[in-house]
């Protein structure tokens, strides 16, 4: 007797209409956001780091950034913006980007998408009835109706340990991240992106790392990563590199060092990736604050050398510039400790997540994460998945479409398991191996 499982998906119809549904109901583990449990506070409490609802939806900084593109700085001069409420913020981007103007980007169709699958009507000329729903919700009991809205099965945060108010939080309360929703992860962009200063940071903290790496640096370093992955239970280290980025580095000597002789072996005696995001150049207009900054193509045979190197490390890697992705899919054909995963924010773009997808899934097959939220705000978890969704499965019908053509008998628990593993079981067993 022929399963449901075991039927064949021969004509394009049925082999849509299999991929949507399935890709719609696979549970997706989102490897990268910048969300967080309640315990470290929820907006609008004041130093509240679990963003959510109307007020930080609309001023999420890609519409931040868009909002100065209809109301230029010589009209509202950017400190002035900065001293509104977030109400005032929101009001200003509403009107401008949703109101007076069609909210045909990506990060204005986001927060209608998000709206529209909450069961709220996008169109409404003021966020007061956005607020008053909103003041009803509960943020725990919130995350799980967003969980359950996306399919999303765990949430992994970003944890900056060099920010101070974020750092203070885990250290006045150990358990702030135990929430079986979500997971850690130690996130140190300054130990490359600024070796000097990182170091004499540690050294405030009681760990002796010399900018010279004299002395006990070495294991000092490797101490302070030891300390803060078992104080998090952190499931990967991340990173955030500039488009300079190189590896070896003679012009970042103290960087280099670092990655060598503490990070990749701390990593390798655990088991854990380094997640090298490359590409972004910050600040290049510093009043926009988060907004302010920007993409610029990187040098892949950074990745190719450490990939090469450092055969027994697990490599997470995305990259930043549209220019990077063919180079960085044929080398992830190199390297299998290499995974590649996401669409990275300039990147999560309809037209550049399906350009990315068909060339991945083409160069490297089903061995992808193809996409990560990188939602900031937790309600945006809702349209990343909603959106990316439907591209991964129109571009996995066309793919299937040309496999069947080719005389292979697709079946359901094909689909199934590759979509299993694209969106959530490939990041686990990368995790696990
Ligand atoms: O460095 C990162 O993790 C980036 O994702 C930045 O946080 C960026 O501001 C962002 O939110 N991109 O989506
Ligand atoms: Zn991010």
Same mark, same amino acid.
């Given at each position: 007797?022929?399963?449901?499982?075991?039927?064949?998906?021969?004509?394009?119809?049925?082999?849509?209409?299999?991929?949507?549904?399935?890709?719609?109901?696979?549970?997706?583990?989102?490897?990268?956001?910048?969300?967080?449990?309640?315990?470290?506070?929820? @907006?609008?409490?004041?130093?509240?780091?679990?963003?959510?609802?109307?007020?930080?939806?609309?001023?999420?900084?890609?519409?931040?950034?868009?909002?100065?593109?209809?109301?230029?700085?010589?009209?509202?001069?950017?400190?002035? *913006?900065?001293?509104?409420?977030?109400?005032?913020?929101?009001?200003?981007?509403?009107?401008?980007?949703?109101?007076?103007?069609?909210?045909?980007?990506?990060?204005?169709?986001?927060?209608?998408?998000?709206?529209?699958?909450?069961?709220?009507?996008?169109?409404?000329?003021?966020?007061?009835?956005?607020?008053?729903?909103?003041? &009803? &919700?509960?943020?725990?009991?919130?995350?799980?109706?967003?969980? &359950?809205?996306?399919?999303?099965?765990?949430?992994?945060?970003?944890?900056?340990?060099?920010?101070?108010?974020?750092?203070?939080?885990?250290?006045?309360?150990?358990?702030?991240?135990?929430?079986?929703?979500?997971?850690?992860?130690?996130?140190?962009?300054?130990?490359?992106?600024?070796?000097?200063?990182?170091?004499?940071?540690?050294? @405030?903290?009681?760990?002796?790392?010399?900018?010279?790496?004299?002395?006990?640096?070495?294991?000092?370093?490797?101490?302070?990563?030891?300390?803060?992955?078992?104080?998090?239970?952190?499931?990967?280290?991340?990173?955030?590199?500039?488009?300079? *980025?190189?590896?070896?580095?003679?012009?970042?000597?103290?960087?280099?060092?670092?990655?060598?002789?503490?990070?990749?072996?701390?990593?390798?005696?655990?088991?854990?990736?380094?997640?090298?995001?490359?590409?972004?150049?910050?600040?290049?207009?510093?009043?926009?604050?988060?907004?302010?900054?920007?993409?610029?193509?990187?040098?892949?045979?950074?990745?190719?050398?450490?990939?090469?190197?450092?055969?027994?490390?697990?490599?997470?890697?995305?990259?930043?510039?549209?220019?990077?992705?063919?180079?960085?899919?044929?080398?992830?054909?190199?390297?299998?400790?290499?995974?590649?995963?996401?669409?990275?924010?300039?990147?999560?773009?309809?037209?550049?997540?399906?350009?990315?997808?068909?060339?991945?899934?083409?160069?490297?097959?089903?061995?992808?994460?193809? &996409?990560?939220?990188?939602?900031?705000?937790?309600?945006?978890?809702?349209?990343?998945?909603?959106?990316?969704?439907?591209?991964?499965?129109?571009?996995?019908?066309?793919?299937?479409?040309?496999?069947?053509?080719?005389?292979?008998?697709?079946?359901?628990?094909?689909?199934?398991?590759?979509?299993?593993?694209?969106?959530?079981?490939?990041?686990?067993?990368?995790?696990?191996?």
């Amino acid at each position: 007797m022929t399963t449901h499982a075991d039927r064949l998906l021969l004509e394009r119809p049925v082999i849509e209409a299999a991929v949507h549904r399935i890709v719609a109901d696979q549970p997706v583990t989102d490897l990268h956001t910048h969300c967080y449990t309640p315990r470290f506070g929820a @907006s609008p409490t004041p130093g509240g780091l679990l963003l959510w609802g109307i007020d930080e939806l609309v001023t999420y900084h890609y519409l931040v950034a868009e909002v100065y593109r209809v109301v230029p700085a010589t009209e509202l001069p950017y400190e002035k *913006f900065w001293a509104m409420s977030k109400i005032q913020q929101a009001d200003h981007i509403w009107k401008h980007l949703f109101v007076e103007n069609t909210p045909i980007s990506e990060a204005c169709r986001g927060v209608l998408t998000t709206l529209k699958l909450l069961g709220l009507d996008p169109n409404e000329k003021t966020l007061e009835p956005y607020r008053r729903w909103f003041s &009803q &919700q509960n943020p725990s009991d919130y995350i799980d109706r967003v969980m &359950q809205i996306a399919n999303v099965d765990s949430i992994t945060m970003t944890n900056p340990v060099f920010d101070d108010a974020e750092r203070a939080i885990w250290e006045r309360d150990p358990k702030v991240g135990d929430d079986p929703r979500f997971t850690a992860v130690l996130r140190i962009d300054p130990l490359v992106r600024d070796w000097p200063g990182a170091a004499a940071k540690l050294r @405030s903290w009681g760990f002796d790392a010399r900018e010279d790496f004299s002395g006990k640096t070495v294991e000092e370093v490797r101490r302070f990563l030891r300390r803060w992955l078992d104080y998090m239970k952190a499931i990967y280290v991340a990173m955030s590199l500039p488009p300079e *980025f190189k590896f070896p580095d003679p012009n970042n000597v103290g960087g280099e060092r670092f990655i060598r002789e503490c990070l990749l072996p701390v990593c390798a005696e655990r088991g854990l990736p380094w997640a090298m995001m490359i590409g972004s150049k910050l600040r290049v207009n510093p009043p926009l604050g988060d907004a302010g900054d920007m993409v610029a193509k990187a040098d892949v045979q950074a990745v190719v050398n450490l990939c090469r190197e450092f055969p027994r490390n697990k490599f997470l890697v995305t990259m930043l510039a549209r220019e990077n992705q063919h180079e960085l899919c044929v080398a992830a054909r190199k390297f299998g400790n290499m995974l590649v995963f996401g669409c990275w924010w300039f990147l999560n773009n309809p037209v550049l997540i399906e350009e990315m997808t068909r060339m991945r899934l083409e160069l490297l097959g089903t061995t992808i994460v193809p &996409q990560h939220s990188d939602a900031r705000v937790l309600d945006q978890l809702i349209y990343k998945w909603d959106h990316s969704r439907k591209i991964i499965a129109k571009v996995l019908t066309d793919k299937y479409a040309d496999t069947v053509a080719a005389g292979f008998r697709l079946t359901e628990a094909h689909v199934r398991r590759d979509v299993a593993k694209l969106l959530r079981e490939n990041f686990r067993a990368f995790l696990a191996r």
